[in-house]
């Protein structure tokens, strides 16, 4: 690779990191796999999903995957983390049509 191309790449990378919501991103993607609550729910949802897998007719085992689901997609830090996650997607797509052009 270029060598100015790899230090323009290097400087959009920093950028990129320093912009708030890449911070904010990261700081709840750690929040999320440190909280001990949404740790154990991500783990029922996907013994849920097994199972479900296993008997996709039974309505108890999707009731309790659909509650499950719910609780986990309701919790601040997941609805905070969804909200960023989208800003920086938008972030990217921007940069990407930049790229593009």
Do not use: G, W
């Amino acid at each position: 690779m270029d060598e100015k191309v790899e230090i323009a790449l290097k400087k959009v990378k920093e950028q990129l990191f320093n912009e708030p919501e890449v911070k904010e991103y990261f700081d709840l993607k750690a929040q999320i796999k440190a909280n001990e609550e949404l740790i154990n729910l991500d783990k029922n949802i996907k013994d849920l999903q097994r199972e479900l897998c296993k008997n996709p007719t039974n309505s108890e085992l999707t009731k309790k995957y659909q509650e499950a689901s719910k609780l986990y997609n309701s919790h601040p830090l997941i609805i905070n983390f969804n909200r960023v996650r989208e800003e920086v997607n938008d972030l990217l797509r921007m940069i990407k049509e930049i790229l593009e052009e």
